[in-house]
């Protein structure tokens, strides 16, 4: 798995993710003119990317890197999606809230990288706000790396998350006024209200 | 930062915090890259051994015992920093629990105050007690007052019932005759005589 993401995972990827049904179906991998049909289809790969990026916890998406991946290569049916229609899914994807392009949108012949929401930044936000309650640890400083790396969040959905989108999480609680970032750009700490 | 202002404040205990805390997160970090490193060595060793390098798998083995020596030297630094910032946090719960108890005590002396100390109480209870005692003594005159206009009303009404019950009609006078004086004299002879009889 070549996707970029700049943190540790927690643990290995699952070894068998197991495909939907539509996968297998080889019209699932051609563009459908039709545009109510392409809509279903956009609908059925952004719930494909959003469950095999949660499995592999895979935060950014490289295009380029993903199409050689079992994720857009069939490889039963000797199938791949091509890099536009993936380009395309992802735009759907965004128009609905769950996936963000980084930089310019499908820059170049890169095909461009991308978050992938499947857990948007508000939801990520909920999850951390509702540990820091279970654990009682409002009015604690603690780092940013603590957060993600520590053996008291190994059991977390956010564990081992990407330091971008951490603070896009933490971001979310600042402006609610449930917490405050401080410190150097590199040893950062948060704490809690 | 560039974060919207906050209400909250982050005090300079709070960064004191946050840098041992940091400091604790460097060595966890170079206590992974010591692992990683000390793995690598071991798997150097193996491969030097294998291929009948003698030499070069004992200097592997010598980097890797020199590199478990620096990761129990960081074992016992992080547990100095795991202490001192867990006493900095309890301290701290400590000063908000002391600052509690002063409040709470403020407060106290504050109603103290305005209850105007032993003193004015003593006073006031027997003022209440006096207060009390010519409370009952009113109430007990206006019962007494309560209780002849009751008495009153009773006898009304027992009037009443009289004079109701007078006009109900009586029965009337039988007409068997009664029995004679004689009679009667001769009938407790009899019971007298069988008296003596039955003592016999």
Redesign the interface.
């Known amino acids: 798995m070549t996707t970029t993401h700049t943190s540790t995972s927690p643990g290995p990827p699952p070894a068998t993710f197991s495909f939907p049904r539509d996968y297998y179906f080889p019209p699932f991998f051609t563009r459908q003119p039709q545009r109510t049909t392409f809509h279903a289809q956009c609908q059925k790969w952004s719930s494909l990317i959003q469950a095999y990026c949660r499995a592999h916890r895979i935060w950014k998406l490289s295009l380029v890197d993903a199409l050689d991946t079992d994720l857009f290569y069939n490889k039963r049916l000797g199938k791949r999606l091509s890099m536009a229609d993936a380009r395309e899914i992802v735009e759907f994807m965004r128009t609905e809230g769950r996936a963000e392009w980084i930089g310019k949108p499908g820059a170049g012949e890169e095909g461009g990288t991308a978050w992938i929401w499947w857990r948007t930044p508000e939801e990520w936000a909920g999850a951390i706000a509702e540990w820091i309650d279970g654990t009682a640890q409002k009015n604690t400083v603690l780092t940013l790396y603590e957060l993600t790396e520590s053996e008291a969040t190994a059991s977390e959905e956010f564990h081992g998350m990407d330091p971008e989108l951490l603070q896009k999480a933490l971001n979310v609680l600042v402006k609610r006024g449930k917490a405050q970032v401080f410190g150097q750009e590199d040893q950062q700490g948060v704490k809690f209200f | 930062?560039g974060?919207?202002p906050?209400?909250?404040k982050?005090s300079a205990q709070?960064?004191a915090?946050?840098d041992m805390?940091?400091q604790r997160?460097k060595l966890?970090?170079y206590q992974k890259r010591i692992t990683v490193l000390t793995d690598r060595e071991k798997a150097i060793a193996k491969e030097m051994l294998a291929k009948g390098n003698k030499q070069g798998a004992l200097l592997a083995l010598r980097r890797k015992k020199y590199q478990e020596s620096l990761l129990s030297r960081t074992d016992s630094q992080l547990e100095q920093l795991e202490k001192l910032a867990s006493s900095v946090?309890f301290a701290l719960v400590q000063k908000d629990i002391v600052f509690g108890l002063q409040q709470g005590t403020k407060v106290l002396q504050e109603i103290h105050k305005e209850m105007g100390g032993l003193e004015h109480v003593e006073k006031l209870m027997g003022e209440t007690a006096d207060a009390i005692a010519y409370q009952k003594e009113v109430s007990e005159m206006l019962g007494g007052r309560i209780s002849n206009q009751d008495e009153d009303e009773v006898e009304d009404e027992l009037e009443a019932m009289e004079a109701e019950l007078s006009s109900v009609p009586l029965p009337d006078v039988p007409a068997a005759e009664l029995p004679t004086k004689m009679g009667v004299e001769a009938a407790k002879e009899e019971r007298e005589e069988q008296g003596v009889r039955m003592l016999a």
Do not use: A, P, R, V
């Open positions: 930062m974060n919207t906050s209400s909250h982050i709070d960064k915090i946050l805390k940091n997160d966890h970090q946090e």
